[in-house]
């Protein structure tokens, strides 16, 4: 990459290079925090700041980064207990939480590319973990779903919360739990899982 390629890439000249990456990488965080989490776009997302920091490298902006600790991602239903279930979503949200927190702490493409493929691989492996829970319910359901609507994590473990204080564990009340039933609807029908 040449050093006009690298200006165009960022969209600025060389006096004011380094605002204009800022810039780039503002609008990118904010938009992976207002948008769906989705694994691909997310990773589309990494490309776009892979390219970023090609070209800070040519332009001679490169600078050491801040090792910060890794999160575990992975996350694991023990059982189709209501219980388990809550578990993954209780620690799915405090890792997305700790992810989403270094996201906005992110100033440089390097460290954004790191929490971005963190994000991704966080989202993945919890659609992963409810997947068989998922294909036990996608039969015959006539519930239409978009890739576009938000999981609304919270708002289900709110839902299976209540559910446990009810003391109503049966699957058949998980499911018959509106955010949940999308969200494992959501699972089946759009996951595709990034190699």
């Not at 694991?76 to 279930?85: A, E, G, I, M």
Request: with cysteine; glycine share 2%; hydrophobic share 40%.
């Amino acid at each position: 990459m040449t050093k006009q390629e690298a200006l165009a890439i960022i969209n600025a000249d060389e006096e004011n290079w380094e605002e204009a990456l800022s810039q780039k990488i503002f609008e990118i965080k904010n938009n992976v925090l207002r948008a769906v989490l989705i694994p691909k776009i997310v990773s589309k997302k990494v490309k776009e700041v892979n390219q970023l920091l090609q070209a800070e490298r040519v332009l001679g902006g490169e600078r050491e980064t801040n090792q910060t600790k890794t999160i575990d991602l992975c996350l694991q239903l023990k059982s189709n207990k209501v219980s388990d279930v809550i578990d993954l979503y209780r620690e799915y949200e405090q890792k997305l939480m700790q992810l989403k927190l270094r996201l906005t702490q992110s100033f440089y493409p390097e460290e954004l590319i790191q929490v971005l493929e963190s994000l991704a691989v966080l989202e993945e492996n919890r659609q992963k973990a409810l997947l068989s829970l998922a294909s036990e319910l996608v039969l015959g359901n006539p519930l239409q779903v978009k890739i576009s609507e938000d999981a609304h994590t919270g708002e289900i473990l709110s839902e299976l919360k209540r559910l446990e204080k009810n003391k109503r564990l049966e699957k058949k009340d998980v499911f018959s739990l509106s955010y949940f039933e999308k969200d494992l609807l959501r699972i089946v029908k759009y996951s595709t899982f990034r190699n």
